[in-house]
T-cell receptor, first 111, second 115 residues
Framework: EDQVTQSPEALRLQEGESSSLNCSYT??????LFWYRQDPGKGPEFLFT???AGEEKEKERLKATLTKKESFLHITAPKPEDSATYLC????????????FGAGTRLAVHP | GAGVSQTPSNKVTEKGKYVELRCDPI?????LYWYRQSLGQGPEFLIY????????DSGLPNDRFFAVRPEGSVSTLKIQRTERGDSAVYLC?????????????FGAGSRLTVL
């Protein structure tokens, strides 16, 4: 069964304290891996797409990396406004853009 | 419009009632998706439309759930004989050739509460 697992479930950081979120996946074939950010009461907002092992994408304080079995979202020197739930999702090869999501990591950054 | 619009933003209903949730996708997006998100969980796929037709409805939990997209734009998710377990946020997303790497753009969701 295709599965996406995110860890930790929740993470509390002090402002400026760098850390990483993990997304591990077990799928029949990976076409792409997506990271989304979700704020309370809002829909997920697209951050990155990664397609092949070794690929990296960066945006401000965030950097996403991909291996054959997992992806990491690295947060460098986070600020309180980075507080949100970060969702990882995969799209399987041979199909359309149907996202299979993990449960997310709730990140809280305190000043 | 500029984004995906969903109405109502909140719906409270009683067990056994019928509800309709509406999604207005980004103009020109041919693909439309419905997802359901329970508290503390990631979104769960329900149904996918390509144009007017439902290309994949494998995520609909049972025959009380139905969705239509008659003109290939606006979509309505219909839930009959609602149950307390249907309480969740229902998210709509759309994508198209202008969305970049087939990225799904989500609306803010419709929060359904069944009493």
């Amino acid at each position: 069964e295709d599965q996406v697992t995110q860890s930790p479930e929740a993470l509390r950081l002090q402002e400026g304290e760098s850390s990483s979120l993990n997304c591990s996946y077990t799928v029949s074939g990976l076409r792409g891996l997506f990271w989304y950010r979700q704020d309370p009461g809002k829909g997920p907002e697209f951050l990155f797409t990664l397609y092949s092992a070794g690929e990296e994408k960066e945006k401000e304080r965030l950097k996403a990396t991909l291996t054959k079995k997992e992806s990491f979202l690295h947060i460098t020197a986070p600020k309180p406004e980075d507080s949100a739930t970060y969702l990882c999702a995969v799209v399987l090869s041979g199909g359309y853009n149907k996202l299979i999501f993990g449960a997310g990591t709730r990140l809280a950054v305190h000043p | 419009g500029a984004g995906v619009s969903q109405t109502p933003s909140n719906k409270v209903t009683e067990k056994g009632k019928y509800v309709e949730l509406r999604c207005d996708p980004i103009s020109g997006h041919t693909a439309l998706y419905w997802y359901r998100q329970s508290l503390g969980q990631g979104p769960e796929f329900l149904i996918y439309f390509q144009g007017t037709g439902a290309a994949d409805d494998s995520g609909l939990p049972n025959d009380r759930f139905f969705a239509v997209r008659p003109e290939g734009s606006v979509s309505t998710l219909k839930i009959q004989r609602t149950e307390r377990g249907d309480s969740a946020v229902y998210l709509c997303a759309s994508s198209g050739q202008n969305s970049g790497a087939n990225v799904l753009t989500f609306g803010a969701g419709s929060r359904l509460t069944v009493l």
